[in-house]
């Protein structure tokens, strides 16, 4: 675990708080950063799989299904 002082917009804080249904704003950012940093994962992995290059068998409907996840 790592202490850091950031400047942040209070307006952002405050729709992360919201967004995460945290009551406090330390770990409504660790949250949203878990989040985003998961759906980078994401979209890497799909965009992978969308170029065949990995060996994860799916049709295109199912890929087509999955992708709305990295948005």
């Keep these: 675990m790592m202490r850091i002082t950031i400047e942040i ?3 952002k804080v405050r729709k992360i708080i919201k967004k995460t249904g945290q009551k406090k704003m330390s770990p409504a950012l660790v949250q949203a950063l878990d989040e ?4 980078g994962r994401r ?3 799909l ?3 969308m170029e065949g290059k990995t060996d994860y068998a799916a ?3 199912e ?3 999955l992708s709305h996840l990295g948005r």
């Design 9 to 11: 917009d209070e307006k």
């Design 36 to 39: 985003y940093l998961e759906n």
């Design 43 to 45: 979209r890497e992995f």
């Design 47 to 49: 965009a992978k799989v």
């Design 59 to 61: 049709t295109n409907e």
């Design 63 to 65: 890929i087509e299904d």
